[in-house]
């Protein structure tokens, strides 16, 4: 028999970062079976349901190369199929008619609560054999089992066993005739042939209820797996504090990815000690099975650590877009003919990617390279004057550079490096003395990669144009 996997998310926010995991686990759980994965979008709850959330699943899924095999399913384009079964199930007497108020059914939890009893529907409709009245209020309820037991093996839990006196006559279709969502996800199950339910553990209550729908349908049992939930450092529930909400955000962030893929199946599940998977390497060894049965701890760090390296050791041309993303998220466009003339953005890459965490850092980073004029801040024109009262002779060689460079021929970085390194000597100063102001005058910055590199992709007219202003602020700051 083929496996059939489904995502099925609802689309009444961000696609978070569990939801994520969730679709990413079904996916490799698929692909390792030979399977596929259908992704079905849960948009029964029509006051919350938007397009906009639509969209945010499927560009997350899609950014992520989580490609399902079947879909997008709506559920609203089903509604008539759900009143087929609803008829049914009613005919064959699996169903009743309940005509009981909002008002009883708010005063019966009540005494259950004092009581200390678990809340539930009575069956006070269950025998009255009610048939719907257009004058009349109902809802449709199944008739769960009076006796016995629900039991299944979940695949990351273990045996799981649930007394039918445990369980409600669930509503089937609401008073407006709207179905419900335990009966829209048994429905769609049993129709699109899903084997295996891969979702969060918050659903395992939800399990016994659709088993006995399945099994009044004369359906077959899925296999379940019910994985944990994820959690922030401090053990509490993922939020936006421990990081970003929607996964689209890390994207913005400058998130690679594999590098989330990587991190997400590791939140949970491990192959020995092994930190660096490839796609291949995680659908060959991925097993449900092993997913780890306690709650695993998000680690922002851990995920730029993994982002990092993908960045640093990945191929170039797989971060060429999404990071003229990222310098068009900063209002600089490389594909503008002005901008195609600079700094080689292969060269970029190759001098940024050992030093940054994302691409959104990268791109900050290098802003140097496209700006026509560099702003120098009051704290760095501070840090110059503390530098250039130490050692008077600073001011003497960055001119003495300033000339130099103008006559040389060859701007590469091995020439720039050559000219620094003869002014730093003639005028019996350390190297990093001239870097630190000269860092300051060509970038705006304090840090920077090899400055020799740096002023070889800035390009020789630029930093001429840059140092000469850098002096001019001297000479009017007093420095």
Same mark, same amino acid.
């Given at each position: 028999?083929?496996?059939?996997?489904?995502?099925?998310?609802?689309?009444?926010? %961000?696609?978070?970062?569990?939801?994520?995991?969730? /679709?990413?686990?079904? @996916?490799?759980?698929?692909?390792?079976?030979?399977? +596929?994965?259908?992704?079905?979008?849960?948009? $029964?709850?029509?006051?919350?349901?938007?397009?906009?959330?639509?969209?945010?699943?499927?560009?997350?899924?899609?950014?992520?190369?989580?490609?399902? %095999?079947?879909?997008?399913?709506?559920? *609203?384009?089903?509604?008539?199929?759900? $009143?087929? !079964?609803?008829?049914?199930?009613? *005919?064959?007497?699996?169903?009743?008619?309940?005509?009981?108020?909002?008002?009883?059914?708010?005063?019966?939890? *009540?005494?259950?609560?004092?009581?200390?009893?678990?809340?539930?529907?009575?069956?006070?409709?269950?025998?009255?054999?009610?048939?719907?009245?257009?004058?009349?209020?109902?809802?449709?309820?199944?008739?769960?089992?009076?006796?016995?037991?629900?039991?299944?093996?979940?695949?990351?839990?273990?045996?799981?066993?649930?007394?039918? &006196?445990?369980?409600?006559?669930?509503?089937?279709?609401?008073?407006?005739?709207?179905? &419900?969502?335990?009966?829209?996800?048994?429905?769609?199950?049993?129709?699109?042939?899903?084997?295996?339910?891969?979702?969060?553990?918050?659903?395992?209550?939800?399990?016994?209820?659709?088993?006995?729908?399945?099994?009044?349908?004369?359906?077959?049992?899925?296999?379940?797996?019910?994985?944990?939930?994820?959690?922030?450092?401090?053990?509490?529930?993922?939020?936006?504090?421990?990081? /970003?909400?929607?996964?689209?955000?890390?994207?913005?962030?400058?998130?690679?990815?594999? /590098?989330?893929?990587?991190?997400?199946?590791?939140?949970? @599940?491990?192959?020995?000690?092994?930190? !660096?998977?490839?796609?291949?390497?995680?659908?060959?060894?991925?097993?449900? +099975? $092993?997913?780890? +049965?306690?709650?695993?701890?998000?680690?922002?760090?851990?995920?730029? @650590?993994?982002?990092?390296?993908?960045?640093?050791?990945?191929?170039?041309?797989?971060?060429?877009?999404?990071?003229?993303?990222?310098?068009?998220?900063?209002?600089?466009?490389?594909?503008?003919?002005?901008?195609?003339?600079?700094?080689?953005?292969?060269?970029?890459?190759?001098?940024?990617?050992?030093?940054?965490?994302?691409?959104?850092?990268?791109?900050?980073?290098?802003?140097?390279?496209?700006?026509?004029?560099?702003?120098?801040?009051?704290?760095?024109?501070?840090?110059?004057?503390?530098?250039?009262?130490?050692?008077?002779?600073?001011?003497?060689?960055?001119?003495?550079?300033?000339?130099?460079?103008?006559?040389?021929?060859? @701007?590469?970085?091995?020439?720039?490096? &050559?000219?620094?390194?003869?002014?730093?000597?003639?005028?019996?100063?350390?190297?990093?003395?001239?870097?630190?102001?000269?860092?300051?005058?060509?970038?705006?910055?304090?840090?920077?990669?090899? !400055?020799?590199?740096?002023?070889?992709?800035?390009?020789?007219?630029?930093?001429?144009?840059?140092?000469?202003?850098?002096?001019?602020?001297?000479?009017?700051?007093?420095?």
């Amino acid at each position: 028999m083929s496996i059939i996997t489904r995502f099925a998310p609802s689309p009444t926010g %961000d696609l978070h970062i569990g939801s994520v995991r969730t /679709a990413l686990y079904c @996916w490799l759980f698929a692909k390792k079976n030979h399977g +596929k994965m259908i992704l079905r979008i849960e948009d $029964t709850d029509l006051e919350r349901s938007t397009k906009e959330s639509v969209n945010v699943i499927l560009n997350g899924l899609t950014w992520l190369n989580l490609m399902w %095999d079947e879909g997008p399913f709506f559920q *609203t384009q089903r509604f008539a199929r759900y $009143t087929e !079964i609803a008829e049914q199930m009613l *005919t064959n007497n699996q169903a009743y008619y309940c005509s009981c108020s909002k008002e009883r059914l708010e005063n019966l939890r *009540t005494k259950q609560l004092e009581a200390k009893q678990k809340p539930k529907y009575d069956g006070l409709c269950r025998e009255k054999n009610l048939k719907k009245s257009p004058s009349a209020s109902y809802v449709v309820r199944f008739k769960n089992p009076l006796t016995g037991y629900v039991e299944f093996d979940d695949l990351v839990r273990g045996k799981v066993k649930i007394s039918n &006196t445990e369980l409600d006559d669930l509503i089937l279709l609401r008073s407006d005739g709207s179905p &419900t969502y335990n009966f829209t996800v048994v429905i769609d199950d049993f129709d699109m042939k899903i084997t295996d339910i891969i979702r969060g553990e918050d659903h395992i209550s939800n399990t016994p209820k659709q088993i006995n729908l399945l099994t009044a349908l004369d359906a077959p049992i899925p296999n379940y797996a019910h994985i944990p939930m994820i959690l922030g450092a401090d053990g509490s529930r993922l939020s936006k504090r421990h990081g /970003a909400s929607s996964v689209l955000e890390y994207e913005k962030m400058g998130i690679l990815p594999h /590098a989330l893929i990587n991190y997400l199946a590791r939140l949970g @599940w491990s192959h020995k000690d092994q930190e !660096i998977f490839s796609i291949e390497e995680l659908i060959n060894f991925f097993d449900i +099975k $092993t997913v780890h +049965k306690s709650a695993a701890i998000f680690n922002l760090d851990k995920l730029l @650590w993994l982002n990092h390296h993908y960045i640093a050791n990945g191929d170039i041309n797989a971060l060429i877009k999404p990071l003229k993303n990222q310098f068009l998220e900063l209002g600089i466009d490389l594909d503008l003919e002005q901008n195609q003339n600079k700094a080689d953005i292969n060269k970029i890459i190759n001098l940024q990617r050992k030093r940054v965490k994302t691409l959104q850092a990268m791109a900050i980073e290098s802003t140097c390279f496209y700006q026509d004029h560099i702003n120098i801040t009051k704290e760095d024109l501070e840090n110059l004057q503390n530098n250039l009262k130490n050692n008077q002779q600073i001011t003497a060689s960055l001119n003495a550079l300033l000339v130099e460079l103008k006559i040389l021929t060859i @701007w590469d970085a091995t020439s720039i490096h &050559t000219v620094l390194k003869n002014i730093a000597e003639k005028f019996n100063l350390k190297f990093s003395e001239i870097a630190i102001p000269l860092r300051i005058f060509t970038t705006g910055k304090n840090q920077t990669p090899s !400055i020799d590199q740096v002023l070889e992709l800035i390009g020789k007219q630029q930093v001429l144009t840059r140092i000469t202003k850098g002096l001019n602020i001297c000479v009017s700051e007093g420095l």
